[in-house]
């Protein structure tokens, strides 16, 4: 009945179409990212010749042929397995307290479940200063996250070096802080974008805030939130192999040791160790995700 | 059970989707709300069913003015109000018997709910709500594997195990075909009949209201253009109700 009551368009009819054109808006876009490029290259002092000069060359060639061949003597390699199992252990506690640390931020740092949207309609007659406190709340948990996350991990390192001494603690801690700054944004979001729908039918059954959180919340974004803690345990991973050169334990320890006494053989070793692992542990992490 | 003095509901935006509405609903009544889309039927629901508060008027639910209570009090409220979705609003990763007791959630303190993730409570009384809506082999099916029929019938469930005293259905047929829509209508009325809950239906199709309840609310714009008897309803009425707008589903269901 509609379909018989409006026009249909032939094919005729195109030539009255107004064919999209570029506006002036999107060409002045282009010409400031263009323009931003070009002073990038100058400031950030971008020298190609230095790199693939003559000089540039033969340092390279230096440096790529001290790591040949690979130390695999067998004390050597013992020594790497005791390391490589500490950067693991830090990648996994350093994810666990990410976990920790962001998951209850998330939950103050989303607006649906604190002061915004269907669960708050009706809220008009709670007192101003319940609400300021609810929002307030909501802004001191972005703020943390926001901190924790600006602050690079090498940097948290070297003040919990710093606080707690050396060794892989520190390299935890660091993770722990800086992951958790980022797993608490991205988890915000997720939680922030899952469907409103079963949340409205919830509310609108009497249920709690909290129930609302694990029946309506988490079982729509479950799958997505650990698949993006895994995401994060494969990103740890690096980290912690790279927080050792600032002494927080694990192979980057052996890496920064190696470097200073200008073994670059067992460097390459090192490095080898380290793309295996992390090489491991992005496969296992596809398998889990896969499985969900 | 529901009286609506001048009730209006305008959203930030300015629109007024509810305008003016003066409303008696007694307990135990079947009412259908027809109208063109647009009309602001769902918005009356989402007053009804306090998920939504009036800009101005007042909206009694038994004894109490649900426009003014405190959140707390309004969760009581919203205890004895179920609610049935054009969406199903289920949550589609947990298993049916979830879906279904989450009717409990009201009543259920948080440890409990939690619990019941793990090891479902009052099993019983999910199966037997499903029994009841014609699905009892579901009870631990995954509901995003459920056909939209059967994702409405949990759903019907959800609201059966919530044991409220009115069932308010938001355009409850609209994602199912005609003939399946018809049946879930007929298990509606059924159900609130034998347990006397009253039942506030809002339908995009006019002959299952005709069909099946005794009073037919007009709404259009926001108002209530007429409140009368299906037989009261004729052609005329309804065109009146429909001018301008897309035709109603009478024409199209009965060739």
């Not at chain 2, 959800?158 to 938001?170: C, K």
């Not at chain 2, 259009?220 to 004729?234: I, S």
Request: proline fraction near 5%; charged fraction near 20%; hydrophobic fraction near 45%.
């Amino acid at each position: 009945m509609s379909l018989r009551a409006s026009r249909v368009h032939t094919w005729d009819t195109w030539g009255t179409l107004e064919a999209p054109r570029w506006r002036p808006s999107s060409l002045l876009a282009m010409l400031l990212i263009g323009g931003l490029l070009v002073g990038s290259w100058h400031i950030a002092e971008i020298e190609p010749s230095l790199l693939f000069g003559k000089q540039g060359r033969r340092y390279m060639w230096d440096f790529a042929s001290g790591l040949f061949p690979p130390n695999v003597s067998p004390a050597f390699l013992k020594l790497l397995i005791v390391s490589a199992i500490e950067t693991m252990q830090i990648s996994i506690m350093g994810t666990v307290l990410a976990i920790m640390l962001g998951f209850p931020l998330a939950l103050l740092a989303t607006d649906r479940l604190c002061f915004a949207g269907i669960l708050y309609e009706m809220d008009g007659h709670a007192s101003p200063w319940r609400r300021g406190l609810r929002r307030a709340t909501y802004l001191a948990a972005r703020m943390v996250l926001n901190l924790c996350r600006s602050i690079p991990d090498v940097v948290w390192a070297l003040m919990f070096v710093r606080v707690v001494g050396l060794g892989p603690f520190p390299g935890v801690l660091a993770i722990g802080v800086s992951y958790g700054g980022m797993l608490g944004k991205i988890y915000a979001e997720i939680l922030e974008s899952s469907p409103d729908g079963p949340v409205e039918a919830l509310h609108a059954a009497g249920a709690g805030k909290l129930s609302i959180l694990t029946y309506g919340f988490l079982p729509q974004v479950f799958a997505n939130l650990v698949s993006y803690g895994l995401y994060r345990w494969e990103c740890a991973i690096r980290s912690a192999a790279i927080l050792g050169l600032v002494g927080a334990g694990g192979l980057g320890q052996q890496i920064e040791l190696s470097m200073r006494m200008f073994e670059y053989q067992e460097t390459s070793t090192i490095l080898l160790v380290v793309f295996l692992l992390v090489t491991a542990v992005d496969h296992l992490s596809t398998m889990i995700r896969r499985a969900l | 059970m529901y009286r609506l003095e001048q009730v209006r509901k305008v959203f930030a935006d300015g629109t007024v989707a509810v305008d003016d509405v003066t409303l008696r609903v007694d307990p135990g009544e079947r009412v259908a709300v027809i109208g063109p889309s647009g009309a602001g039927k769902t918005t009356l629901f989402r007053l009804l069913n306090g998920t939504l508060r009036p800009t101005s008027g007042r909206l009694w639910f038994g004894e109490e003015d649900i426009a003014g209570l405190s959140a707390r009090r309004l969760r009581h409220i919203r205890r004895r109000i179920g609610t049935v979705y054009q969406q199903h609003n289920l949550v589609p990763q947990l298993r049916v018997v979830h879906n279904v007791l989450a009717g409990r959630l009201g009543q259920w303190s948080w440890p409990t709910a939690l619990w019941s993730l793990i090891t479902p409570r009052d099993r019983p009384v999910a199966a037997s709500a499903l029994e009841q809506v014609g699905i009892p082999e579901k009870l631990y099916a995954r509901t995003a594997h459920l056909s939209g029929g059967q994702q409405q019938r949990v759903a019907i469930a959800r609201v059966l195990v919530q044991d409220p005293a009115v069932i308010l259905a938001d355009e409850p047929v609209s994602s199912v075909d005609p003939t399946l829509g018809r049946t879930i209508i007929q298990l509606l009325v059924h159900l609130a009949e034998t347990s006397k809950k009253t039942l506030l239906t809002n339908l995009h199709a006019v002959s299952l209201a005709l069909d099946f309840f005794p009073r037919l609310i007009g709404f259009r714009q926001g108002r209530v253009v007429f409140d009368l008897p299906p037989e009261a309803v004729t052609e005329d009425v309804l065109a009146e109700l429909y001018a301008g707008s897309e035709s109603h589903m009478l024409a199209s269901e009965c060739p």
